[in-house]
């Protein structure tokens, strides 16, 4: 076999880039969000219920239709899950966590206490290149962009 | 290997017939009456929502306006210029072009002058559900013609479906002709076909529909399927006119004249 000696480093090197994703990961290295305008450091998504006044106030009073671990995740599939209920099935109300009845409904329920889209909504879905088209329609208060 | 004159004619003969009974058995047993079964099909549910409006009551142009821009405001119907390509859920209009079949040679000069308060019908059988690709319109158990926002393409299908110009398509962007916005109710997007919703969130709460609650009386709504409900006996006291009856829609939506 002819210029092993230069064959051989050649392979190593492009398997060491191939690899990149894993030695990186080794390494520590995180992804942050930008960082909180009000906070000034950066924060990880699970943290950004945070608004001008200091922690959201839905966070602090712990009074959400469903814990923060899994509105976090899944938020999403809860909302398509109000929409199809709201829409196609005729009804109102829905159980949250604390066994109350909340009406289903994104404005008039969750946006009342999530009140700060740039920081609430908007931050996140940034950071993760998650493209909302909820708020074509939707309200979502003073502090919408557009 | 051959074949005869007479086992051919035998074969093409079976094919005919098999190929016959296929297409014509296919009609009658599948898509037809599939077809029909949904133009006889009444619904038989406990609510049929209906509304009726008491067209002698509405004289003043104030009447009509307090009840439209009652349900235009708090719904964030936007108000715009263009009348080819206005958005409106409830409006006013002659007697001529609402009820352009009825017969009329030896009508009362009143009722032909007079303006009528013209909506979404929510008909029992309506065609705009029946022609929606996507099942973005569709029935409510209780009769409501609903759309659901989410899933409309913008085809426009149901507004050439629908014989009462009920449904508008948003060739504007809806949010920059809209003087206020109401935060309790999502606005449109551009690109989608909107109407009247008989405020099926409001019902669902227990209230009556925005425009009912403004006119002040001059409306009725109500369950059709209880005999003992107020529109039913509005209905059974009075002379009542349904919008183009002739054409096997069921308007939900009744006017005394």
């Known amino acids: 076999m002819y210029n092993l000696d230069k064959v051989i480093p050649g392979i190593i090197i492009l398997i060491l880039f191939l690899t990149t994703p894993i030695w990186l990961n080794l390494a520590n290295l995180k992804a942050l969000p930008p960082k909180d305008p009000h906070i000034g450091q950066a924060r990880m998504c699970t943290t950004c219920h945070v608004s001008e006044k200091g922690p959201d106030e839905a966070v602090t009073s712990e009074k959400c239709v469903a814990d923060t671990q899994y509105m976090r995740g899944y938020h999403m599939k809860l909302l398509d899950e109000w929409r199809e209920k709201k829409i196609r099935k005729g009804e109102v109300y829905y159980k949250g966590l604390d066994g109350k009845s909340y009406v289903m409904s994104l404005q008039r329920t969750c946006l009342k206490c999530h009140s700060d889209y740039l920081n609430f909504c908007d931050r996140c879905h940034k950071f993760t290149g998650v493209q909302l088209d909820c708020f074509n329609c939707h309200i979502a208060g003073k502090e919408e962009k557009k | 290997m051959s074949i005869k004159r007479r086992e051919f004619l035998k074969i093409a003969g079976y094919g005919l017939a098999g190929t016959i009974l296929s297409i014509t058995g296919g009609v009658f047993v599948g898509r037809g009456s599939e077809i ?4 006889e099909r009444v619904s038989s549910t406990k609510v049929k929502w209906a509304m009726v409006i008491d067209s002698r009551a509405f004289k003043s142009e104030s009447d009509f306006e307090v009840v439209i821009s009652a349900c235009h405001k708090a719904h964030n119907v936007p108000d715009i210029p263009d009348k080819n390509r206005e958005v409106k859920w409830i409006w006013k209009d002659t007697f001529m072009r609402g009820f352009p079949s009825a017969e009329t040679r030896f009508i009362s000069e009143d009722i032909k002058k007079r303006p009528f308060l013209l909506l979404c019908n929510h008909c029992d059988n309506p065609p705009c559900v029946r022609v929606c690709p996507v099942k973005a319109t569709f029935k409510r158990e209780d009769g409501i013609v609903m759309q659901d926002m989410h899933r409309c393409i913008g085809c426009k299908f149901c507004m050439a479906g629908c014989p009462y110009g009920a449904r508008n398509y948003n060739f504007y962007p809806p949010r920059e002709y809209l003087k206020a ?11 989608v076909v909107e109407k009247c919703i008989f405020c099926y969130h409001r019902l669902d709460e227990g209230l009556l529909p925005y425009c009912v609650e403004a006119s002040q009386g001059k409306m009725y709504f109500g369950n059709l399927a209880d005999p003992n409900s107020e529109v039913r006996r509005v209905i059974s006291e009075n002379i009542i ?8 829609t069921n308007p939900k939506v009744f006017y005394i004249i």
């Not at chain 2, 006119?241 to 096997?248: A, Q």
């Open chain 2, 36 to 39: 029909l079964k949904g133009l």
């Open chain 2, 241 to 248: 006119m349904v919008r183009k009856p002739e054409l096997g």
């Open chain 2, 181 to 191: 916005l109401n935060p309790e109710f999502p606005t449109r997007t551009l690109g």
